[in-house]
């Protein structure tokens, strides 16, 4: 799982084990930057991203299918 900022780059991501419930990993994430005090957008039907927003900063948070690099500009989130 990935969390990018407003320009795509890569802020944190996570490695999930084969045979993970990406749903249930996507919400376990929605509550916890909730928690933290983001606002979290919904899950859309048949996708693997939300977007999450607090004071001016925007991020979105994908499962993708390879591990972002730090010089990573490319992915669902643009």
């Not at 376990?28 to 900063?57: H, T, Y």
Request: proline share 5%; hydrophobic share 40%; with cysteine.
């Amino acid at each position: 799982m990935v969390m990018r900022d407003r320009m795509s780059r890569p802020l944190e991501h996570h490695a999930l084990p084969a045979g993970s419930d990406l749903r249930a990993a996507m919400v376990a994430k929605q509550a916890q930057l909730a928690a933290a005090g983001w606002r979290v957008n919904s899950i859309p039907k048949m996708c693997g991203f939300f977007f999450a927003d607090r004071d001016n900063e925007r991020v979105c948070v994908s499962v993708e299918c390879f591990e972002p690099t730090s010089t990573d500009t490319h992915g669902l989130c643009r």
